[in-house]
């Protein structure tokens, strides 16, 4: 019996055992204590500051994680419309489920996982933000790809918050999305 537990330690340590799950994987740091980049994530306010126009968050278990980049679109295409807080560690783990963008519907209908993980750099915050859950097939490509631009533009405006002190302005995309709309309802018969 001994000798099958150190056979599995062995395999185990080696590296033999390696995770499969393809994820898209940054690290970023931002100069600001934990506690504010922790409450720019975990608040509606917070996340409007950076991330989107408006959102809705409450940092609990099952709780809200909305996050509307159309806060014009129609309910399910506003954005991460029915996003949920899967779990928290305070000041140090926050994960949440994400859906694909609306014109990917059949990727959109499924979740994926982001874990953010903040640990303190002296005075800053090194964030690690893991996006996984991808299929391989259909539209998950091109979901991933999606986000493998999207994550990195979304952490920049959070350091550009915090090295600027000033929230996203968010009129000339709110201005851009209401001409949108108005252009989609005149095409409609």
């Known amino acids: 019996m001994l000798k099958e537990v150190l056979l599995s330690a062995a395999i185990v340590t080696s590296g033999t055992l390696q995770a499969s799950e393809p994820a898209i994987v940054l690290n970023v740091t931002v100069k600001a204590p934990v506690s504010a980049v922790w409450k720019a994530w975990t608040s ?10 408006e959102a809705e968050v409450d940092p609990r278990p099952d709780g809200a994680f909305h996050v509307y980049m159309d806060p014009y679109g ?3 295409m506003k954005g991460a419309d029915t996003m949920q807080v899967l779990a928290l560690e305070p000041e140090k783990m926050m994960s949440f489920t994400w859906n694909a963008p609306p014109h990917l519907p059949q990727a959109r209908a499924q979740r994926t996982v982001v874990i953010l ?18 299929g391989s097939s259909g539209e998950w490509p091109k979901a991933r790809a999606y986000f493998e631009k999207a994550w990195p533009a979304v952490l920049k405006n959070l350091q550009t918050r915090f090295e600027t002190g000033q929230a996203y302005d968010w009129t000339a995309w709110r201005e851009q999305l209401r001409q949108w709309h108005a252009k989609e309802e005149v095409k409609q018969p």
């Open 44 to 53: 509606s306010e917070g996340l409007v500051s950076f991330f989107a126009p």
């Open 117 to 134: 993980r903040f640990s303190s750099a002296g005075d800053n915050t090194d964030l690690t933000l893991t996006h996984l859950g991808w």
């Open 74 to 76: 129609k309910p399910g």
